[in-house]
């Protein structure tokens, strides 16, 4: 089976989904992991403008179903994150935004963080909010995915306590094989992989230089922290079916990139995962 290789619209910075969705099949893409919230960390600044959000009115909505189809571009998944997960508002907000992806998007689906609990109490209170969250998830026939993130998801002893904890059958991991080395030092992704690969429903490649803290996460093959052949072979092993999502965030400290400098580094990227073996039968 081939897995279908997506990018994260956010690889396009400020000129958003819309942008995204014109260029990926010059690319040699036909899917997209469609972000449903903006972003500011890390130098990447994404305004709410640029993205499609549970706010969105009706008619944008269904012009934007409409861009989709035009340019034959699919939803591999939507990213959801974004909200503290600890309050009720931020579990309001995710519960619109995994709403919104299922009614516009016919996502099947969505990626999230996990929340940053920093005791036993907030620990508990993200847990049930989870819970709540993979119960909606479930009555719309969607997994709801989280993101290697600090704090619950944070690498391989994490995910697998959480999920254990959970056991929830529509929550499961969103692997991120540069978020694992920003969160941690001294990590290998792919031993981190093998230790969760039964539960990664989605996968976002990144590469990164291998140290903490670093943004640093420029196209994929420029870093080399990354074996992302042996990502790929890990994977295979164990039947995964979900997509592999192109990520690039950016390097800190560097000028705004332009949209041409984005595109390139999104069509490099797919460039090096088909060197390394992805998209094949």
Known sequence: MRNIISCYTNAYGAAGVWEAVSRVRDAGLTHIELALRPHNLGGLVIPEQAVITEKTDDATAARFVDHLATN???????????????????????????RCAHRWFGATLVISGAGQPTDNAQRHIAETHLRHLGDVAASLGMIL????????????NAMLALMKSLNHSHIRINFDTGNIAYYNADTNPVAELEQV????ANMHLKDNRGRLEDWYFPALGDAGAVDF???RKC????????????????????????LETRHDRVRRSVAHLKRCGYGRS
């Open 229 to 231: 052949t042996a990502i």
């Open 72 to 98: 034959g571009v699919q939803i591999s998944g939507c990213n959801i994150g974004g909200a503290d997960l600890l309050t009720p508002e931020g579990v309001a907000v995710t519960e619109r935004r995994l």
């Open 235 to 258: 994977l295979e092993a164990r039947n995964y079916s979900g997509a592999y999502t192109i990520e690039i965030e950016g390097i800190g400290g560097e000028p705004e990139p332009t």
């Open 197 to 200: 690969a039964p539960w990664v």
């Open 145 to 156: 995915a989280l993101e290697t993130h600090k704090g619950p998801t944070q690498n391989a």
